[in-house]
């Protein structure tokens, strides 16, 4: 393997100063010379989710004595109302294309009914069951619960919603981000991701505010379900961040699929009518009529009210907690995971966090995390996915590069009668033949990225590509065919 000069992503926080790691501290609970534990507890964690379970069983296995709080339910955003419940979701939805295209297969299919509340029961359901896991994993390990909301009052010390005090010689604030309503007049009559696994029916005509992530894989589900489908976002654009070709060619497909979009529209105001329905009027538009209006502006880090000032942490501009590679805040004592840093808002990232804080601080194991080369995706419908730089970022970053491209036609879409076509993109560092990025959109995207990201992140060469031989006939096989 040539040793190809490493690109940076743009999604790399950039630590200014390169700190020694942090040492173990000496179990305050376990030391033979003290009568008495100097702390209550080695480990207090705030917030259940990805991150803080992690860290808690993790540093539990090391030893420590730990306690997490959450003022929710044990899981957090991805287990609870985020990536798991959404893809069972996206799962469901999908089956409108399935048994659509069945009839091409040959199989005869009765009248089409679907029952929204069966699949928002079993999805819940399904909730229940990993929130028991995961309380479980905690319970295993000896860690200590408590279902209420926790603040920090000092560095060593942390206040429950019920009034009792604890110390503990280690704090890490684990508590996520939360959804950001931007200010607009009838805001209260939106819902955010945050409510919709709970709609009571299937509301016909949906408007999603925003065009990231939440809103696109939710316009999908929606519309698969035969809701009508209206984004609206405040600039031109989907997607920002991802590769633009791909992002022309889901807006090309989901407009083809029914759904509407309304660019450079910021909301005014949203009214209830009488009849339950809502008035949505956007700038300098007409007003229209929805059931539901959704917002997916972004997520903004959980932090109000947490007593950060006390022990004199500096929030970022988002509301995020400072940290340096290791996860240390300004104050020694207190650490910080996941989504509350604002590095990378991803479920993979916040648990590599939790586990090298845990191996840090109570494995004798310092390690920091490396962001480069993480692959992500979109469960849209159609998905993308992609990992590296984008042509654009690579063209700022390299100068020099060579992009390859595959515009197919997927077989099965072939077969059934679908002109939808897949796009797969590789960028390559002219100078090293080195792959820096890899962006794809189509069925099953997001499974064959995954394994295919081992090889962009392990640095292999368009060569190295080509000279896999091809499996086919699969959608894969793109990628060691791409001219
Ligand atoms: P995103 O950051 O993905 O998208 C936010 C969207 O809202 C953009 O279209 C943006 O517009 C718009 N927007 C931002 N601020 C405002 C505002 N004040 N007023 C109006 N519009 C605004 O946020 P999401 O909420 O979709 O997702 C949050 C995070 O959750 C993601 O960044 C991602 O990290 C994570 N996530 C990951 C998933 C996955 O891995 N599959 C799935 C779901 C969430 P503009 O075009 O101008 O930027």
Not at 369 to 391: R, W
Request: charge should be neutral; aromatic fraction near 8%.
């Amino acid at each position: 393997m040539p040793a190809a000069k490493k690109p940076k992503v743009a999604q790399k926080p950039a630590p200014d100063r390169k700190p020694a790691p942090p040492t173990k501290p000496a179990s305050s609970s376990k030391s033979p010379a003290a009568k008495k534990p100097a702390f209550d507890y080695d480990l207090f964690v705030i917030g259940a989710g990805s991150g803080g379970v992690r860290a808690s069983r993790v540093s539990a296995a090391h030893g420590a004595k730990v306690a997490v709080a959450e003022e929710f339910r044990i899981g957090g955003t991805c287990v609870i109302r985020g990536c798991v419940p959404k893809k069972l979701l996206v799962y469901g939805s999908h089956f409108a294309e399935e048994l659509q295209d069945a009839a091409h297969y040959g199989w005869t299919i009765g009248k089409l009914s679907f029952d929204w509340n069966v699949l928002r029961d079993t999805v819940l359901g399904d909730v229940d069951r990993l929130n028991a896991a995961y309380t479980t994993t905690l319970e295993s390990h000896g860690v200590e619960r408590f279902l209420e909301r926790a603040t920090i009052t000092g560095p060593n010390s942390v206040k429950l919603a019920s009034g009792k005090t604890y110390t503990a010689k280690t704090i890490l604030v684990a508590t996520g981000a939360w959804p950001v309503i931007p200010e607009f007049k009838g805001a209260q009559h939106c819902i955010t991701s945050n409510e919709v696994f709970h709609l009571p029916s299937l509301p016909k005509r949906v408007v999603i505010a925003g065009a990231g992530y939440i809103a696109l894989e939710f316009a999908g589900i929606f519309n698969a379900l035969g809701c009508h489908v209206t984004v609206v976002n405040r600039s031109d654009a989907i997607l920002r961040g991802y590769d633009e070709s791909l992002r022309d060619r889901l807006l090309q497909i989901t407009m083809a699929r029914g759904i509407e979009y309304k660019f450079n529209c910021p909301f005014d105001s949203v009214a209830k009518n009488e009849d339950g329905t809502f008035q949505v009027t956007l700038a300098g538009h007409d007003p229209f009529c929805a059931d539901l209006v959704m917002v997916a502006t972004g997520r903004k880090p959980n932090t109000d009210g947490l007593g950060l000032d006390k022990v004199g942490i500096k929030l970022g501009l988002k509301g995020e907690i400072p940290v340096d590679e290791f996860s240390r805040t300004s104050c020694k004592s207190i650490y910080a995971v996941g989504d509350v840093t604002d590095r990378v808002q991803l479920t993979p990232i916040a648990i590599r966090e939790g586990q090298a804080f845990a191996d840090t601080v109570f494995g004798d194991n310092p390690r920091s995390i490396d962001y480069d080369f993480i692959p992500s995706a979109v469960f849209s419908q159609p998905p993308l996915a992609g990992v590296g730089l984008t042509e654009g970022q690579a063209r700022e970053t390299l100068g020099s590069i060579k992009v390859f491209s595959s515009d197919f036609r997927p077989m099965k879409n072939v077969f059934a009668g679908r002109h939808e076509r897949g796009l797969y993109k590789m960028i390559v560092d002219a100078a090293t033949d080195r792959v820096v990025g890899l962006h794809m959109i189509g069925p099953e995207a997001p499974e064959i990225l995954q394994a295919a990201a081992i090889a962009v992140r392990a640095g292999l060469t368009k060569a190295d590509f080509d000279a896999t031989v091809a499996l086919h006939p699969s959608m894969a096989e793109e990628l060691v065919l791409m001219r």
